[in-house]
């Protein structure tokens, strides 16, 4: 008598999440936008260009990495580009005041805090709209950057400050490893740590986190005022670039920092993203504005093609959440 032992069933393959689906996509389309635009100009690939480049989207992947923070809470802020304008002349009227770098990078930063606490108290402990809150502030951290200014530029030559934002190693400009370190330290405090824990479970459900005991209150104004501090960064490598501090920095840097972040998965309705996610959503936004500048198109036409890849990833992030929600 023979027993036979049954074959054991084909283990089922793990399906591909969405993010990691979304995060193969963004790098398919790097490199189809970087070999196309390659072929449109044969200086995309030239250093000076790629120098271009990597200074201006490293001021955008600063503040859309903070923007992932609070739209991983379900939440928005329309103020970034304003608070820019704002902390950099703070830091800038500091720096021609006492002549002293550090107390400059130090008002930059701290003024971009203040801002992040104001949106973060009324949105956090006061549960206000932050959609409105922030575009309050929007307009309230501009007005005070046109009075700080007076409405002109002021000229910076002090070798210091300007150092994070101008210098370069050869042709890697300094301000990209100073990147890639935030970028190291604030993926440990999201995925590491407990704050990073509230904000997925503020943004997935911010009753429940309530009922837990999480404070989700305490974490939203955390966000806000981490979204701040970078923006009081950017301000200064911002100014570092263009050896000045200008009253209109940062104009529709928010809007761009939205599209990256829902361009890399993050969801508007927050819970759901991942800050490599907008690593690759700020790179493929960035080389198809600099492919567009480069082979000269108009810049009303480029507004106008920004507005469509705005409108385009809110209507996929949408439908994907109705997706899963079925």
């Known amino acids: 008598m023979t027993t036979t032992t049954a074959a054991a069933p084909p283990r089922p393959r793990k399906a591909m999440d969405s993010l990691t689906q979304r995060y193969l996509v963004l790098i398919g389309l790097i490199v189809i936008a970087s070999v196309g635009f390659s072929i449109a100009n044969d200086n995309f690939y030239s250093l000076a260009n790629l120098g271009i480049l990597l200074r201006s989207i490293a001021v955008l992947f600063l503040v859309s990495m903070g923007m992932t923070f609070i739209m991983l809470t379900g939440g928005i802020d329309l103020s970034v580009g304003s608070n820019v304008a704002f902390s950099g002349g703070v830091g800038v009227i500091t720096l021609t005041t006492t002549g002293s770098a550090p107390l400059g990078f130090a008002a930059a930063i701290l003024a971009g805090m203040a801002i992040g606490a104001v949106n973060g108290v009324f949105i956090g402990r006061l549960r206000l709209s932050a959609f409105m809150v922030s575009l309050a502030t929007f307009a309230l951290a501009r007005g005070l950057a046109l009075v700080i200014y007076d409405a002109n530029s002021i000229n910076v030559s002090n070798t210091t400050f300007l150092w994070l934002g101008g210098q370069s190693w050869g042709s890697i400009p300094v301000v990209i490893p100073f990147v890639a370190l935030v970028f190291v330290a604030l993926s ?5 740590s407990t704050f990073g824990r509230d904000v997925y479970a ?3 459900n911010i009753n429940t986190a309530f009922v837990l005991g999480r404070r989700p209150e305490r974490t939203l104004v955390w966000v806000y005022v981490l979204s701040g501090a970078l923006a009081g960064l950017s301000a200064i490598i911002t100014v570092g670039r263009v050896s000045s501090g200008q009253p209109w920095t940062g104009l529709y ?8 972040v829902i361009l890399g998965g993050t969801s508007l309705f927050g819970g759901r993203g991942r800050l490599l996610g907008t690593i690759l959503g700020v790179l493929l936004y960035g080389i198809i504005i600099n492919g567009l500048v480069l082979t000269g198109t108009n810049p009303y036409l480029q507004s106008l093609i920004k507005g469509l890849i705005l409108l385009g990833v809110v209507l996929l992030d949408t439908l994907v959440q109705r997706r899963q929600a079925q």
Do not use: H, Q
Not at 253 to 260: G, N, P, R, S, Y
């Open 202 to 204: 503020a943004g997935s």
């Open 253 to 260: 840097l928010e809007f761009d920092a939205i599209t990256a």
């Open 188 to 192: 440990l405090v999201l995925y590491r």
